[in-house]
Nanobody, 122 residues
Framework: QVQLVESGGGLVQAGGSLRLSCAAS????????MGWFRQAPGKEREFAAV????????YYADSIKGRFAISRENAKNTVYLQMNSLKPEDTAVYYC???????????????WGQGTQVTVSS
């Protein structure tokens, strides 16, 4: 398994931007698909975005498509989530996760970070 630490969360006004980072330990980062999931208050955790091990494949939830962008730097063992045009409904704890394949299913991801809070004010 790989150890994951998220950062970059915070409080932002609606329409603003944030970039989340997720730093991974270990020498096999480039072999993992990386996903971002989020959990809003009172709701279940849901899929947001995923990127393939090479970075050539990405997939997004409809709710964030066109506003958020996932990317990775394998040389730095880091995956990012650039969030633009933020809305109050984007308020959630954001988690990164590592798994063997780029899917939207939480069960396919074995390693998880502790999460970072994103709060969007109206």
């Amino acid at each position: 398994q790989v150890q994951l630490v998220e950062s970059g969360g915070g409080l932002v006004q609606a329409g603003g931007s944030l970039r989340l980072s997720c730093a991974a330990s270990g020498r096999t980062f480039s072999s993992y698909a990386m996903g971002w999931f989020r959990q809003a208050p009172g709701k279940e955790r849901e899929f947001a975005a995923v990127i393939s091990p090479s970075g050539r494949g990405t997939y997004y939830a409809d709710s964030i498509k066109g506003r958020f962008a996932i990317s990775r730097e394998n040389a730095k063992n880091t995956v990012y989530l650039q969030m633009n045009s933020l809305k109050p409904e984007d308020t959630a704890v954001y988690y990164c996760a590592a798994g063997p394949r780029a899917t939207s299913r939480q069960a396919d991801f074995a390693s998880w970070g502790q999460g970072t809070q994103v709060t969007v004010s109206s």
